[in-house]
């Protein structure tokens, strides 16, 4: 089978490329990938890529300086990368181009542009979930502007939200991935063959990579269809999109489904033994993380001088061992209500780098190029590894199917 040529945006340290190079195949090669942080002197997770990896070009460039020149020389047959959930409204200027309104959602629009400089076979995106939601004040919108571009350059997609911990994984961390091929491929043909719910619940590359129950959580299906103007949906477009869909030319199929739960891995396998004292916690910062996980009723008042209580519901008193984590955020490594709180044997304490790692599916000291702040950061933003690597199996499949189909042809 021959290999997968692989540009990798957004790359952080290196989660979509560990996962791929772990694929049952190994067909992925990721000859390119750019990693930039703002306003940020030392690129702490550029540099932990760049020792990591050594094969590939490694760019540490804003991708908005990156030329279509440059784009168009890389080697894509996929593009991979997660990007922030930001506001992708778009406007029609004066002389009929499109553009965005205000200074965020670019992001998105530079893997466009990539796609526009090299029209892979394939993109795998991911995101917080919430993008599906995203604007608060006209549901649906952002994710509909993503999938009536991808549509218009020729690609058909399919999505699903995946938490970790329901496949087997040490956190509970969801986050929607987007499968986008292009019209045409031997998968494409097969895929228009199929009904888009028999898609979305057997025969698709999500259905078939993290099975699902035949049934649709509490009824919750829903369809529409996109208009080819994308201005056109960033003004008036509103819908529900649900954890699993399907774009098909124009329609889109979306239902809320149910995973086929796989036992996950708890907290308690990845603690490390004989950890240092250094996260070990003090008497003060115990009684500061009783309270910030307890239930609060606090009388605030506005600049206006009103008066409102802010409410909060409590959490148990320490993370439960026998669970898997919850979501790691990037503000781990400092004390408040949504870093990790463990007991271990009487003994108060943060998780440390590694068992934050291990969290993620990445190997032991991964991110010790860093200091332990930055490590914490680092997989807060990162993606679970395994999750990728399962999806990467899917994708050799695809091509597998697509080159016996080539070689039967070759046989006529």
């Not at 619940?201 to 078939?208: C, I, L, N, R, S």
């Not at 829903?222 to 649900?242: C, G, H, M, P, R």
């Amino acid at each position: 089978m021959g290999s997968i040529k692989v540009v990798e945006l957004f790359a952080g340290v290196g989660g979509f490329r560990l996962g791929l190079e772990q694929t049952k195949n190994r067909i992925f090669d990721v000859n390119w990938a750019n990693q930039w942080e703002p306003s940020r002197k030392v690129q702490h997770a550029f540099d932990c890529y760049n020792k990591r990896f050594d094969t590939g070009e490694h760019v540490n460039r804003d991708i908005a300086e990156i030329s279509d020149e440059e784009m168009a020389a890389t080697e894509a047959d996929m593009i991979v990368g997660g990007f922030p959930c930001q506001d992708y409204s778009v406007a029609r200027s004066l002389n009929g181009e499109l553009g965005i309104q205000g200074k965020k959602g670019v992001l998105f629009w530079q893997i466009i542009r990539f796609v526009q400089n090299t029209f892979p076979k394939y993109l795998l995106l991911e995101n917080v979930d919430r993008l599906l939601k995203s604007p608060s004040s006209q549901r649906g919108r952002d994710f509909a502007v993503m999938l009536s571009t991808l549509s218009e350059l020729g690609y058909d997609v399919e999505w699903r939200v995946i938490n970790a911990a329901d496949y087997g994984n040490a956190q509970r961390r969801r986050r929607v991935f987007i499968f986008a091929y292009k019209q045409g491929l031997d998968y494409s043909n097969e895929m228009s063959k199929e009904s888009l719910e028999n898609i979305i619940y057997k025969k698709g590359m999500f259905a078939q990579a993290f099975p699902i129950e035949g049934e649709p959580n509490k009824k919750r299906i829903a369809q529409t269809k996109l208009s080819s103007d994308i201005v056109e949906v960033s003004d008036n477009f509103k819908f529900q999109f649900y954890n699993s869909g399907i774009l098909r030319n124009g329609e889109v199929l979306t239902i809320d489904t149910i995973p086929k739960f796989e036992k996950p891995i708890t907290l308690k396998d990845i603690i490390q033994e004989n950890v240092d004292d250094n996260y070990s916690l003090n008497v003060d910062q115990i009684e500061k993380f009783r309270y910030l996980r307890g239930p609060k009723k606090i009388k605030r008042t506005t600049k206006e001088g009103h008066e409102y209580y802010f409410s909060e519901g409590g959490m148990s008193e320490t993370d439960s061992l026998d669970l898997p984590a919850r979501t790691m955020l990037t503000s781990e490594a400092s004390v408040n209500r949504s870093t990790h709180f463990l007991n271990i044997n009487n003994v108060y304490r943060t998780l440390t780098p590694i068992e934050a790692e291990r969290l993620n599916g990445f190997p032991d000291n991964w991110t010790d190029t860093m200091p332990d702040r930055m490590r914490f950061f680092c997989m807060g933003n990162a993606l679970v590894v395994p999750v990728i690597t399962r999806i990467g199996n899917q994708i050799e499949q695809i091509e597998q199917q697509t080159r016996d189909s080539f070689s039967q042809l070759k046989l006529f």
